[in-house]
Structures are given as structure tokens and as C-alpha cells.
């Protein structure tokens, strides 16, 4: 399957710290252990393991912020995050991460994520595209692209399950003020047996309100009344959906409302038992809008490729329905209709090879 790396491809469901290469996390935390600050053999080990239960995945994360969590390292990683996608041929990709707080450091909301802006700008092995087409502030690196990769980025703004009403306000009010910078939606993520629905809904009716788009993880845990609730929302996308009953499947569908899927990290955590029960299938015939992503590619070890060839082997896809299918993913991005054309193009002088 040599084919799928060489595809166009677009990503949708990729949060910044868990898509760090792991080889940055153990420098970082060797750096951590030389000052004393963690002890670095015991971490090493938890880095290291490949099976993750859903709990230990969040346990991971609270050690993978305390490594990244300045401003520094955030503009390293969101650079190297947007490479690795890049160098993958992702064309397009949502990037979302949770903007914090830590005033021991002098970090906000704001500050956080300038530096991810900053790793953005920062980029120069390939093109990235991320502020509006129509902005006056023009991408750094629109050379003349001769041979060199181009990748188009979109940020989310995360707010974790753990957040208060007001925090999450915070949050969604940040995403207004940096629409100018590619910020195009809020998700809601973290701990799905953290947290409360109603907490967040105020903040996210805002940001419906004010035209962010918005995408839920929904449904990573046995939840019906939150997966109903979440659904009647009507969100512009879901995450995950693994403990759908029937009920909610119908209305998923009814609303048309597409999904990310993301193979590795259900079956890694055991959200889906086997590949071969896994909802793609059943999403994939009925002709549901689902687009494959990564959720974290240094956590789950893995890639967009790796997720795509997956998909083909575990249900059977040729390579024009792949092709078709990585293509369909434009519908579902939070992009202006002028980004979609282009993606639209860049697909159209590509399929001679996937006919
Ligand atoms: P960050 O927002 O710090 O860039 O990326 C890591 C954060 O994304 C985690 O702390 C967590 O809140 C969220 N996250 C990453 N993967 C998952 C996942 O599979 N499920 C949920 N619910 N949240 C996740």
C-alpha cells in the first residue's frame, strides 16, 4: 500500500500535545531529569509503553504538559507537529489544542497560544498556509512553491472537561479575537468522566452564536443522556462515537452530522473491542460523512498513513474508494469556500493515480 503515503490527504482530529514526536518528549524530559525536577527513568517507562487504557491516556497527558508547557517548547512542537503532517502529504489539517494557563511561568490563554502561532510562523521546510486567503496578513512562505510541500492549517480551541463555565468562556472569547490568525472552532475534549455537559454549554452555544464552528468528543464513554444532549446540539462535527446506541445513531445520521474517526486510539484504549465491530464500517455504507484521523499521533504511535492503510485492510477499500473517501473530507473541514476549491483542486490533479 505504497499508494496512501504519497495521497493527498486531510486531517481533522489531531490535538498539538499528543501528537509530539516522541523523541522530543524523552529530550524534554531527559532536560526535566538532569535539573532534578522529574525523575526521568520512571517517566521514560510511561512514555514508552504502547497500550493505553482511556485513564492512563489522560495520566499521560498530565506528564506530557508538565514537559511542554512553555512557551518555547510550544512553538517547537507546533512546528514539528505541522511537518510531520506535512512531510505525510496531509494537505490539510485542524490542529486543536487547549490554550493554558500557568502564571509560575507568566503563561495565559493568549500567550499560549501566540506561541503556537509563533511555531507556525516558524515553519520553513514547507508552506503553510494558515491565516484567512483574505487577510491582509499573508501567509509567511507563499514562495513560489516549486517542489516544496504545502500544507493549509486551521486551529481549534480545546476546553478541557476539567474547565469551569467561565474558563471555557475564556476560552471561546480567545477563538473570536484570533480568527484572524486561522482559528476556526472550539472542541470540547479531556477526560470524558470528568466534567458536565451543562458546565460547557453556555460557552459553546456562544460560540455557535458567533459563528465558530464546533466539534465534540462524544461518546467515548457509556453515556447516553450526554450523547442525546451533545447530539441535539447539533455540533458541525463529532469525535470518536463508540458507545452509540441506536437512537443516537439515527439522529447522528438524520443530522448529517460527520465523524472523525480514529482507528489506532479506539482500539489502543479499548473504546472498540476489534477492529472488525468498529462503526466505520457500518458509517462507511450507509454513505454518513466520517473522515479518518490520527487524535494523537505520538500517543498511539502512529500516522495518517498508518490510519489509512488500516482502514483498507481491516474493511476492504480499494484504492479509488480511498481516494474518494480522503476527498470527502473537504466537505467536513471548518475551511473558507475558497480553501475547499483549492483542496478540491489539489485532489482533481492527483487522481490519476487513484482511478
Ligand atoms: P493539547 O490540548 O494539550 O494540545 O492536547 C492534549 C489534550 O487533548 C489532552 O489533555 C486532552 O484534554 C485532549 N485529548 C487528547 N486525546 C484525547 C482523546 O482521545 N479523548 C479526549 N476526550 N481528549 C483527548
Same mark, same amino acid.
Given at each position: 500500500m505504497e499508494w496512501i503515503h504519497p495521497m493527498p490527504k486531510i486531517e481533522l482530529h489531531a490535538h498539538l500535545n499528543g501528537s509530539i514526536r516522541d523523541t522530543t518528549l524523552l529530550e524534554l524530559a531527559r532536560v526535566l531529569g538532569e535539573k532534578g525536577v522529574i525523575v526521568f527513568s520512571d517517566v521514560e517507562d510511561v512514555i514508552q509503553k504502547n497500550d493505553r487504557s482511556l485513564d492512563e491516556v489522560f495520566k499521560l497527558f498530565d506528564l506530557i504538559h508538565m514537559i511542554t508547557t512553555d512557551h518555547q517548547t510550544v512553538t517547537r512542537i507546533t512546528r514539528e507537529v505541522v511537518q510531520d503532517f506535512a512531510l505525510e502529504n496531509v494537505v490539510y489539517l485542524e490542529l486543536r489544542t487547549t490554550p493554558k494557563r500557568n502564571d509560575s511561568i507568566g503563561m495565559s490563554k493568549r500567550s499560549y497560544m501566540e506561541a503556537v502561532i509563533k511555531g507556525l510562523r516558524s515553519i520553513s521546510e514547507v508552506d503553510v498556509e494558515f491565516?484567512?486567503?483574505? #487577510? /491582509?496578513e499573508k501567509l509567511h512562505n /507563499? &514562495? #513560489? =512553491?516549486?517542489g516544496r510541500k504545502k500544507i493549509y492549517v486551521r486551529l481549534l480551541l480545546s476546553i478541557d472537561r476539567r474547565e469551569t463555565t467561565e474558563s471555557a468562556m475564556e476560552t471561546v472569547k480567545l477563538a473570536l479575537e484570533m480568527r484572524n490568525v486561522g482559528v476556526v472552532g472550539i472542541d470540547l475534549s479531556g477526560? +470524558?468522566? *470528568? =466534567? $458536565?455537559w451543562n458546565t460547557f454549554l453556555p460557552a459553546l452555544q456562544f460560540a455557535k452564536d458567533n459563528d465558530l464552528y464546533i466539534t465534540l468528543h462524544c461518546g $467515548? *464513554? +457509556?453515556?447516553p443522556k450526554e450523547i442525546q444532549a451533545m447530539l441535539d446540539f447539533k455540533p458541525h462535527r463529532v469525535g470518536h462515537? &463508540? @458507545? @452509540?446506541k441506536d437512537q443516537d445513531w439515527e439522529k447522528l445520521k438524520s443530522f448529517r452530522i460527520p465523524v472523525e474517526i480514529c482507528l489506532s486510539s479506539n482500539i489502543i484504549t479499548k473504546s472498540i473491542s476489534s477492529i472488525d465491530i468498529h462503526h466505520f464500517a457500518d458509517l462507511y455504507k450507509a454513505k454518513h460523512p466520517l473522515v479518518i484521523c490520527t487524535d494523537d499521533f505520538g500517543v498511539f504511535s502512529t500516522t495518517l498513513s498508518n490510519e489509512y492503510s488500516l482502514a483498507v485492510r481491516s474493511f476492504g477499500l480499494g484504492k479509488r474508494e480511498t481516494f474518494a473517501l480522503a476527498k470527502s473530507g473537504i466537505d467536513a473541514t471548518f475551511a473558507e469556500d475558497e480553501v475547499k476549491q483549492q483542496l478540491g483542486l489539489i485532489f482533481d490533479s492527483a487522481s490519476p493515480e487513484y482511478v
Open positions: 491565516v484567512a486567503a483574505t #487577510d /491582509s /507563499s &514562495c #513560489d =512553491g516549486v477526560n +470524558p468522566l *470528568v =466534567g $458536565e $467515548e *464513554v +457509556p453515556n462515537a &463508540c @458507545f @452509540f
